[in-house]
């Protein structure tokens, strides 16, 4: 939004957003955080990131938009401004990301009333955590093919499956669960529930990644009860529901909260001046044309990903509303995951030092950033199926499945 | 200075593009060019390829008022920008289109560059109709400044210019060659005496190719004191956007062709779009072709309204464009199968385009290694 079209509401407000995050913008934790909001685990971290989420809640930079009976602060083209101001102010990033970047626009789309009075203004707050049973360890990319069943006991449902890569699941009040009320239909045997993971029949267990972080976890359901008012939607309406939350994960949505991280083009940069900062062979890795000329590739993705953005916007240039939005999430894991490959090679033998030892550079930050870059690449749709989506839903080809 | 957000790609040039693609697609342009490719298909036995445009085709362009698009208003043209002319380049590439209002936009930004009252006279010729062409390259066919095997004495040209795209297609030529000063420009009259062309047996069936021969040829200084060397630095932004935006239009062309074949092609009981073998390259020819058109706005808006980011943008954008070229052009013929391969083809047609594009004002790797020095 260029100045001139802002209204006057919007331009004080970004005045507004700046002056606060300047003021406010916390002091660093003392135990550094991980790189990315699902990779918390640390219980201090939890809460330091939850007051501060709570905190930019209260000063109107997330649920800007939304109606006030939300808990929203009924402002009117704001939450891009605040989530911009975000972005730019290099402040920790919003620990409630699920219930933010999923919850919100499924509860927004398709909750009750009810749902949505209840559970929003806990999610902007942080107050109440959140995480995503989706996938299961025969789900995967075929998330329709999922177990989990659901069987209806009077107002309550019982469940018992198991759900895998759930995020946050050690620290959620909440889970956007998917189960099978019907085994005979794939997709219209699936109904979406808000399920309460403090109750006996849930046990959370972490599983450690390749990074050997344990951001996320394996959850199993062992007769847990929900309520059959904490159903989203009509019984096996389940996978319409989901694809309105996988939507806001792939990038197409519409942002509520922002998850502040490293941007690609912070991290570009980065890797820009650790090719002039390390020496080889008598020379800086950055005038070697070999290596210059594989940086500048990925240079060129980064900054097109922001001309994509700025394209998208331009109905006469754009090739249709959702052709370069849905490019976001495979285009953007991909860069990065180059990114970090081009950082491991410029430090050459310096990359296998990791996390830890005291002479690796950036406390081992790229071996450790490559690794976590796999969560871009496979989470939420592999870049495979995004390349099926991105075929069957921009071009029109026929559809896998 | 910041560029506007949305590239300065306003109503009235929204509305001439869709104006040019209108005209464009009631043409069949590929088709008209056919003829003029008969009995040329051989390349040991089979004659020289005619040079062709479609005078017609150009005729009305000049009623439109296309090709002044960005001539200055003082100088009878239309006064937009390079947005405006990028948006026209990018139909001249989907439509893989003969013509001489490619050079056209390329002379404009040039001689916008050069700035001088000849320059201008020559703007003037070519708002009313003059088709002007360049001929800057020497024998290595490089950007790299004083490349040009051409040479003053006397005020006359002496040597020879490479690589001189739709020579047949012009009747000036700007011309860059060795000054007592540097590198100066000239303008000649390409049918004049003492100018000899040589058609050159090109890949590329859409544009035509010379090296010109001059021998104590007459030409008109439009720069001087080695001037000319700046003014082609100053408009190599423009000319790198302008081919990036054909590169574009025909790799936007070559992907929804290549879409429409895989959902008609059936192969194991199946349109062959239906395989991710198949599906998935088609997904990647979008994304890379969706890169370097973003980059093309980018750097047609930053010529525009942040000149000092021109450089940067432009190398960007031919950078991915010289790329996209090499990758759609490749899938294209690859997901085609055996008639993609075939002269009957039209993706044969825009293929061997994209492969002349990619290396027109230096490819992928020339412009990074420029790129390079800017960061």
């Known amino acids: ?401 | 200075m910041t560029t506007p957000k949305d590239f300065g790609f306003t109503e009235d040039i929204s509305m001439l593009k869709d104006t040019y693609a209108k005209f464009l697609s009631e043409q069949k342009t590929v088709e008209n060019l056919r003829p003029s490719l008969k009995g040329t298909e051989d390349p040991y036995h089979g004659d020289q390829r005619p040079a062709f445009y479609d005078a017609q085709n150009w005729q009305q362009t000049v009623d439109l008022g296309i090709h002044a698009v960005s001539i200055p208003e003082e100088q009878g043209g239309i006064g937009m920008g390079l947005v405006a002319a990028t948006a026209i380049a990018e139909e001249i590439g989907r439509y893989a289109l003969a013509t001489p209002l490619t050079n056209t936009l390329l002379a404009t930004f040039l001689l916008r560059a050069i700035d001088t009252s000849e320059g201008n006279a020559l703007l003037e010729a070519m708002a009313g109709g003059t088709r002007v062409g360049l001929a800057l390259y020497g024998e290595d066919g490089s950007l790299e400044g004083d490349s040009t095997d051409v040479r003053v004495e006397d005020g006359k040209l002496l040597g020879q210019s490479w690589y001189v795209t739709d020579a047949q297609k012009s009747e000036v030529l700007i011309v860059a060659a060795h000054s007592a000063d540097g590198i100066d420009l000239y303008k000649v009259n390409r049918q004049g005496d003492n100018v000899h062309l040589f058609d050159d047996r090109i890949v590329d069936l859409t544009r035509d190719q010379a090296r010109i021969q001059f021998d104590h040829t007459e030409a008109q200084a439009l720069t001087t004191a080695g001037q000319g060397l700046m003014s082609i630095q100053k408009a190599l932004p423009a000319l790198l956007t302008l081919t990036a935006a054909d590169i574009a239009g025909a790799a936007e062309w070559q992907l929804q062709t290549t879409a429409e074949y895989a959902k008609v092609r059936s192969q194991f009981d199946r349109p062959i779009g239906f395989f991710q073998a198949v599906k998935h390259p088609i997904v990647d020819m979008m994304i890379t072709a969706d890169e370097t058109r973003s980059l093309v706005y980018q750097a047609a808006a930053a010529y525009d309204f942040e000149p000092e980011d021109a450089a940067r943008c432009a190398h960007l954008a031919k950078s991915s464009a010289s790329d996209t070229a090499e990758f759609c052009a490749n899938r294209s013929t690859q997901l085609h199968g055996g008639i993609g391969f075939t002269w009957e083809a039209d993706v044969q047609i825009y293929h061997k385009r994209q492969m002349h594009s990619q290396f027109l004002f230096g490819d992928g790797v020339w412009q990074r290694a420029k790129l390079g020095e800017l960061l």
């Open chain 1, 1 to 401: 939004m260029s100045e001139k079209t802002m209204t006057q509401e919007q331009a004080e407000f970004q005045t507004f957003c700046q002056a606060w995050l300047q003021e406010n913008k916390p002091e660093p934790h003392p135990v550094a955080l991980p790189q990315a909001a699902y990779e918390v685990t640390n219980p201090g971290h939890l809460t330091y990131l939850s007051e501060w989420q709570a905190k930019c809640y209260e000063a109107g930079l997330i649920a800007s938009d939304l109606p006030k009976e939300y808990g929203g602060h009924g402002m009117t083209g704001c939450q891009q401004i605040a989530s911009n101001e975000v972005r730019k102010a290099a402040v920790p990033y919003f620990i409630n990301w699920i219930g933010l970047g999923m919850a919100v626009p499924t509860l927004l789309e398709c909750g009750t009333e009810d749902q949505k009075r209840t559970f929003l203004p806990p999610i902007f707050s942080a107050e109440h955590i959140w995480c995503q049973g989706f996938s299961e360890p025969g789900a995967g990319s075929d998330l329709a093919s999922l177990q989990a069943s659901a069987v209806k006991e009077g107002d309550q449902w019982r469940i018992n499956g198991s759900k895998v890569w759930t995020s946050l699941g050690h620290f959620a009040q909440y889970m956007l669960l998917l189960a099978r009320q019907d085994k005979t239909d794939k997709y219209g045997g699936i109904t979406y529930f808000l399920a309460p993971m403090d109750q006996p029949g849930i046990t959370v267990k972490p599983i450690h990644k390749m990074t050997g972080e344990s951001g996320f976890n394996e959850v199993f359901l062992e007769d847990a009860i929900v309520g059959d008012h904490l159903r989203v939607g009509a019984v096996g309406d389940g996978w319409k529901v989901a694809m309105a939350t996988l939507t806001s994960e792939r990038g197409a949505g519409v942002g509520v909260g922002a998850v502040a991280s490293e941007s690609p083009t912070l991290v570009m940069q980065q890797v820009i001046q650790l090719a002039k900062d390390t020496r080889r062979g008598g020379q800086r890795v950055w005038d070697d044309p070999v290596w210059r000329d594989r940086i500048l590739k990925v240079y060129e993705r980064t900054e097109a990903s922001l001309q994509n953005a700025r394209r998208s916007r331009i109905k006469a240039l754009n090739g249709g509303a959702m052709r370069i939005p849905l490019q976001g999430k495979v285009a953007g894991s991909e860069i990065s995951q180059s990114l970090h490959q081009i950082a491991l090679g410029i430090l050459g033998l310096k990359s296998s030092l990791y996390v830890g030892d005291e002479h690796a550079p950036a406390n081992g930050k790229w071996p450790l950033g490559y690794m976590n870059t796999y969560t871009g690449t496979i989470s939420g749709g592999s870049s495979e199926i995004q390349r099926n989506i991105l075929g069957e839903r921009v071009l029109g080809l026929p559809k896998t499945k």
